[in-house]
């Protein structure tokens, strides 16, 4: 629905799906798209290009569904990790950040989400990601004993 707050349709356009983006307000989406106005076209495209590509092309690990550009994260391939100690983490941003410390070398498992049963994710959900990292951890050459056992005792809970 044309708006008149703003004299373009296509603003109007990019200021909505600018602002569906998380913490992205109606103010900072108009800065943002009034932003890429003045940009050469070549610059835009490249953005957009980017952003499409983004979604179309990225992979999650298969061993610890880490985002990637390949079927194995380069985390998972680093011969250099301890592979007896596996960080199991929320989300992406997680291993962004404790990566970013530069002080841990073991691997990771991404659980893509919380186990939040005020939010319906309960049980169910949570024995198939025990599951899936009881399955990863038999993948691996050598068992990280520390992380399968407390696997065991959430289990026994």
């Known amino acids: 629905m044309y708006s008149r707050n703003y004299p373009s349709r296509l603003l109007q356009d990019a200021v909505d799906e600018l602002s ?3 913490g992205v307000g109606r103010k900072s989406a108009l800065r943002f798209a009034l932003h890429l106005l003045k940009q050469p076209v070549d610059n835009v495209e490249r953005f957009g290009q980017s952003i499409i590509r983004l979604s179309k092309e990225t992979k999650f690990c298969k061993y610890c569904s880490m985002i990637s550009d390949n079927d194995i994260c380069d985390i998972c391939r680093d011969a250099k990790r301890d592979t007896t100690i596996i960080c199991v983490v929320e989300n992406v941003r997680d291993v962004i950040s404790i990566e970013n410390t530069m002080q841990y070398n073991g691997l990771y498992h991404v659980l893509g989400g919380i186990i939040s ?10 024995n198939a990601i025990f599951d899936a ?13 520390k992380v399968w056992k407390g696997i065991q005792e959430k289990n026994a809970r």
Do not use: F, K, T
Not at 133 to 145: C, D, N, Q, S, T
């Open 20 to 22: 569906s983006l998380p």
């Open 117 to 126: 049963p005020m939010d319906g994710v309960g049980p169910a959900v949570s």
């Open 133 to 145: 990292i009881g399955v990863r951890l038999r993948e691996l050459p050598v068992l990280p004993e």
